[in-house]
């Protein structure tokens, strides 16, 4: 005879599975956020992101810094998109990503503090990533 657990409706499953809601709340939050901070980067609304990138990355790439930031929110965006589609590749994508800003930031001398909470959430990525090769397999 098999267990409750096992006949349960897929709903069921979801309440009781806490790796697949830990799953789709990273998956929700590292889809949400980029794009929200990538469309940001051309309105600047939420802060003034040029004064987040260091002087050398001007200096390696000869483009004023707010052209930087559009490349860079149009690559926030598409990291966004990637895990919502694809959260395996995108929780990868979004990780290497957080680790070339916590570098800029940690080159730029400045906002260390944010520099470790991106620590947290390139952790965070990386779960995902686990997360992810477990409930790729489920229909």
């Known amino acids: ?13 979801l309440a009781s599975d806490p790796g697949r809601q830990a799953f ?11 794009i929200v901070f990538g469309l940001d980067k051309f309105t600047n609304l939420l802060t003034d992101w040029t004064m987040y990138l260091a002087p050398v990355a001007t200096a390696v790439v000869p483009l004023p810094a707010q052209t930087i930031m ?14 919502a589609v694809r959260p395996r590749f995108g929780s ?6 957080l ?7 940690l080159v730029l001398g400045s906002f260390l503090d944010i520099a470790l909470r991106d620590f947290g959430l390139l952790v965070g990525a ?4 686990r997360l992810s090769q477990r409930n790729s397999r489920r229909p």
Do not use: C, D
């Open 92 to 97: 990868m994508l979004v990780a290497v990503w």
């Open 24 to 34: 789709l709340l990273l998956r929700t939050v590292f889809t949400v956020a980029p």
């Open 99 to 105: 680790l070339g800003i916590i570098i800029n930031l």
């Open 1 to 13: 005879m098999k267990s409750p657990s096992v006949m349960s409706s897929p709903g069921q499953t």
């Open 70 to 83: 559009y490349i860079v929110g149009v690559v926030e965006v598409a990291a966004g998109i990637a895990v």
């Open 126 to 129: 990386l779960a995902l990533n």
